[in-house]
């Protein structure tokens, strides 16, 4: 199985996608009201501690900006859409083919991904720019290391969702999983607040995990908080829980396909 | 071998929930969870030589669909093996499906929102078939299919017509040796249907190209297939050609008598005659129905006509149709085939 088919397979979802363009429009909206909410939190909280959570209150508005702006890249739906493909039977479709379905999902989501970026992230870091006062990168390495560091969350991301997707084999309805991710992400990834308001004791625990890498490091580095060996150490762990979720996925695929029930039709 | 199919005591349990009514039962369903195990193919067994063209039939919920997605490897059998290919289906998926072409008539394999061409180029990548290749199959595709005036539309907005002749264009692009197709003419109208009759002969002759089609249009059977099998309640019920099952289960005749006068109809009346089932349709006309290993056409008629004034004989036999729904109807009959 070469390469080129899963070119071909994100090719496919960027065209996919493009029947949905509306969706993208309200989701511009959607992305700079959560900022605005948080930004005037935020405004509110550093009126009474101007060094809050380690952080100065411009490099909050840059985190919160930049969070936002980087979730609306590395989010995707492929949970949600294996789930649905459960449901209708529609996975036997993927079966049938002489593909790797864990691949096939994340290609076209990150064919989405690409559409993504440019009806979506780019609008959203353009309206943000324009209002508040977001900073640049520390520097243009900063700048590309930030880069480099979002390739992984969105893969991160992809494979962290197969894997909760490969559960509808066996629940059927993941809504309630779906729910329970959405939120451990949001809260683990610091995507809502930074992982420095976490007790001591939860933030060796987080850094275990593999939520921080998704919205987090790529913060940190962006920000400039980090050094230059420890971006490096941060982007050799984000690559390993890449490799671990996706050697897991693949495994834990293997176990629900065989549990796969499809009645009729 | 490729284009051969083994299925071997070929076996497929589900456990379903059983869902307790109301409220209380709802707060029960949370504690307790009863399953129950449905067998949905018993020991299925038979093999298919190349090249052959055997049609699968059941009445709703026999397990046809079932046995077809344990052959495709979409599903694990519970117990029994298939080797189909050289294969084991469930075990070598990535490459096994490569050797074979799927047609699910109730589901389409193309991407719903994308011309069909961007489908057919993902497929032509996926089974790395090369352009020319690619190129000849869809031109000779298109001279029974003519597909080619679709390839720029979306499937969304292809008629059901339109989309089954662009899947079963796609399910053979790399050329299978094997091909499956469950319920391939389902909701077709009657041109669509000849058309994609003629197609999958035309494959059939030309490539050699094996074919299993679940279908319970009988007519695609006699059309296409010299085999038949018949399956319910998970059991394959008959295995043989479409010849042999009208011989073994070809029980009933019909001769239909049309009297010259309403008058004659107490002749027909009083004639005894033993084990026939009279049935008046209207004035004018009967229906005599019997076994015809009991009595012949022949012999039913001059009985008949010696004390009737008659006008007209028709003979019928039971159409293949007729014979079928028996089978499905009516568990005794089963017995008769064997």
């Given amino acids: 199985?070469?390469?080129?088919?899963?070119?071909?397979?994100?090719?496919?979802?960027?065209?996919?996608?493009?029947?949905?363009?509306?969706?993208?429009?309200?989701?511009?909206?959607?992305?700079?009201?959560?900022?605005?909410?948080?930004?005037?939190?935020?405004?509110?909280?550093?009126?009474?501690?101007?060094?809050?959570?380690?952080?100065?209150?411009?490099?909050?508005?840059?985190?919160?900006?930049?969070?936002?702006?980087?979730?609306?890249?590395?989010?995707?739906?492929?949970?949600?859409?294996?789930?649905?493909?459960?449901?209708?039977?529609?996975?036997?479709?993927?079966?049938?083919?002489?593909?790797?379905?864990?691949?096939?999902?994340?290609?076209?989501?990150?064919g989405e991904t690409v559409f993504r970026l440019a009806m979506l992230s780019a609008p959203v870091a353009l309206a943000l720019a324009l209002v508040f006062p977001v900073r640049p990168p520390k520097s243009p390495a900063h700048g590309a290391l930030f880069l480099l560091s979002l390739v992984g969350s969105v893969l991160l991301v992809a494979a962290l969702n197969f894997i909760v997707g490969?559960?509808?084999?066996?629940?059927?309805?993941?809504?309630?999983?779906?729910?329970?991710?959405?939120?451990?992400?949001?809260?683990?990834?610091?995507?809502?607040?930074?992982?420095?308001?976490?007790?001591?004791?939860?933030?060796?625990?987080?850094a275990c995990l593999p939520f921080q890498h998704i919205g987090y490091t790529p913060m940190l580095i962006y920000l400039g908080r980090l050094s230059y060996p420890q971006i490096a150490l941060a982007l050799a762990l984000q690559a390993l829980w890449v490799a671990l979720l996706a050697a897991f996925g693949a495994w834990f695929w293997k176990v629900m396909a065989r549990k796969i029930t499809i009645h009729g039709g | 071998m490729p284009g051969e199919v083994q299925a071997e005591g070929l076996t497929k349990d589900f456990r379903t929930f059983q869902r307790k009514e109301g409220i209380r039962g709802a707060i029960e369903n949370l504690f307790v969870r009863q399953y129950q195990t449905v067998r949905a193919v018993d020991k299925v067994s038979f093999r298919i030589q190349p090249g052959e063209m055997v049609g699968y039939i059941g009445p709703n919920g026999a397990g046809k669909s079932t046995?077809?997605?344990?052959?495709?490897?979409?599903?694990?059998?519970?117990?029994?093996?298939?080797?189909?290919?050289?294969?084991?289906?469930?075990?070598?998926?990535?490459?096994?499906?490569?050797?074979?072409?799927?047609?699910?008539?109730?589901?389409?394999?193309?991407w719903w929102d994308i011309a069909v061409v961007e489908s057919f180029r993902l497929l032509q990548r996926i089974y790395e078939v090369s352009d020319s290749d690619y190129k000849t199959q869809l031109d000779t595709f298109d001279q029974v299919l003519e597909i080619k005036r679709y390839l720029n539309t979306p499937v969304r907005k292809l008629s059901l017509g339109e989309r089954m002749r662009c899947d079963l264009a796609a399910s053979l692009l790399h050329n299978p040796p094997l091909l499956f197709l469950d319920e391939p003419t389902i909701g077709l109208d009657v041109v669509a249907k000849t058309n994609v009759r003629q197609f999958l002969k035309e494959v059939n002759r030309r490539f050699g190209t094996t074919m299993l089609l679940t279908t319970h249009d009988l007519s695609d059977i006699e059309e296409l297939c010299k085999r038949l099998m018949i399956i319910d309640h998970g059991r394959v019920l008959f295995d043989g050609a479409l010849a042999e099952l009208k011989r073994q289960l070809w029980q009933?005749?019909?001769?239909?008598?049309?009297?010259?006068?309403?008058?004659?109809?107490?002749?027909?009346?009083?004639?005894?005659?033993?084990?026939?089932?009279?049935?008046?349709?209207?004035?004018?006309?009967?229906?005599?129905?019997?076994?015809?290993?009991?009595?012949?056409?022949?012999?039913?008629?001059?009985?008949?006509?010696?004390?009737?004034?008659?006008?007209?004989?028709?003979?019928?036999?039971?159409?293949?149709?007729?014979?079928?729904?028996?089978?499905?109807?009516?568990?005794?009959?089963?017995?008769f085939g064997r």
């Avoid at chain 1, 509808?168 to 992982?195: D, Y």
Wanted: charged share 20%; aromatic share 12%; proline share 3%.
């Fill in chain 1, 1 to 110: 199985m070469s390469v080129a088919v899963y070119r071909e397979f994100a090719r496919v979802g960027f065209v996919n996608i493009l029947a949905f363009r509306l969706r993208y429009y309200t989701g511009v909206l959607t992305y700079f009201l959560n900022v605005t909410v948080y930004y005037f939190i935020w405004k509110a909280l550093y009126a009474a501690d101007p060094n809050f959570a380690g952080f100065t209150f411009p490099e909050i508005v840059t985190y919160v900006a930049v969070g936002w702006m980087i979730r609306s890249l590395y989010f995707n739906n492929i949970d949600q859409d294996m789930a649905q493909d459960v449901m209708e039977g529609k996975i036997s479709m993927a079966l049938i083919k002489p593909v790797s379905v864990q691949w096939m999902y994340i290609s076209q989501a990150l």
């Fill in chain 1, 166 to 206: 490969s559960c509808a084999v066996r629940l059927k309805s993941i809504l309630g999983l779906l729910r329970a991710k959405f939120f451990v992400q949001e809260l683990f990834s610091g995507l809502l607040i930074p992982m420095t308001l976490f007790p001591a004791t939860a933030q060796k625990v987080l």
């Fill in chain 2, 67 to 110: 046995t077809v997605k344990m052959l495709t490897g979409i599903l694990a059998p519970t117990e029994g093996t298939a080797l189909v290919n050289g294969f084991v289906p469930y075990r070598d998926r990535t490459r096994y499906t490569r050797t074979i072409g799927v047609v699910f008539g109730q589901r389409t394999q193309l």
């Fill in chain 2, 252 to 335: 009933q005749m019909w001769v239909r008598i049309e009297l010259r006068e309403p008058a004659q109809a107490q002749a027909l009346e009083s004639l005894s005659l033993n084990n026939i089932h009279r049935e008046r349709l209207d004035e004018l006309t009967y229906r005599l129905v019997f076994d015809r290993e009991e009595h012949t056409a022949g012999e039913v008629i001059r009985q008949v006509v010696s004390e009737v004034d008659v006008r007209d004989v028709f003979i019928q036999e039971e159409s293949i149709e007729e014979i079928v729904r028996r089978i499905y109807t009516g568990p005794s009959v089963l017995e």
